[in-house]
């Protein structure tokens, strides 16, 4: 068992990210095992939640004439328009029925204001609101943290690099990670993690 100052955080591993889902990560269902057996060499886990209404400002369908998978600015600056996806209470916001979630000890749900995304676990993409799990963390006294989930490029890496930047000692285990990789945001979001002082481990 790994002593009580470090964590694992599991980013999304919900319905839509997994194949089949409306903003599917290819392979993101292989994952799970591994995660599984993760928990339990834990003292800390904590999973995330990608937990949206359905009138959510990244969802393309909210703009009227955008495409899925374009750009657009938001008052915090630029964003990705997705498809719409974790729809809150949907069977696709559920996490993936093979994950176990019993041994969890925090899920932290994040994206629910309906003008803000939220990529990262500790802030919201305003890189302002906080959603809480850094004093949830601290409160523990937790000081290393273990990132694995979805999608690798996006939330993450965002949860990676605020990690670093609260002071935590970072590890992203890629093999229990998968990537959407938009057009080279895999090669881009490993460059950022390991420049904020990410480790990245296979
Ligand atoms: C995610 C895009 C939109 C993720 C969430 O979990 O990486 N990506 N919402
Ligand atoms: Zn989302």
Redesign the pocket.
């Known amino acids: 068992m790994r002593p009580n100052f470090e964590a694992l955080i599991v980013?999304?591993v919900q319905n839509d990210?997994c194949p089949g889902g409306a903003?599917a990560v290819a392979g993101g269902d292989a994952i799970v095992p591994a995660i599984n057996a993760l928990m339990g060499d834990f003292a800390v886990k904590v999973l995330t939640q990608?937990w949206h209404p359905a009138d959510h400002a990244?969802f393309a369908a909210n703009h009227p004439g955008a495409a899925p998978f374009s750009m657009t600015e938001m008052p915090y600056g630029p964003q990705?328009l997705?498809p719409a996806?974790?729809i809150q209470g949907t069977h696709g916001a559920a996490f993936h029925g093979g994950l176990a979630t019993d041994p969890a000890d925090l899920i932290v749900r994040k994206?629910f204001r309906p003008a803000i995304?939220s990529?990262s676990a500790f802030f919201e993409n305003d890189h302002e609101t906080p959603t809480g799990l850094d004093g949830y963390l601290k409160s523990r006294g937790v000081t290393d943290l273990t990132l694995v989930?979805?999608?690798t490029?996006?939330?993450?890496a965002y949860s990676a690099i605020d990690a670093a930047g609260l002071g935590y000692t970072v590890t992203v285990l890629e093999s229990a990670c998968r990537a959407?990789d938009l057009d080279g945001t895999l090669a881009d979001a490993r460059d950022r993690m390991r420049a904020a002082g990410v480790r990245l481990v296979a």
């Open positions: 980013i999304d990210f903003l990608d990244s990705v997705w996806h974790c994206g995304d990529y989930g979805l999608a490029d996006f939330c993450v959407i």
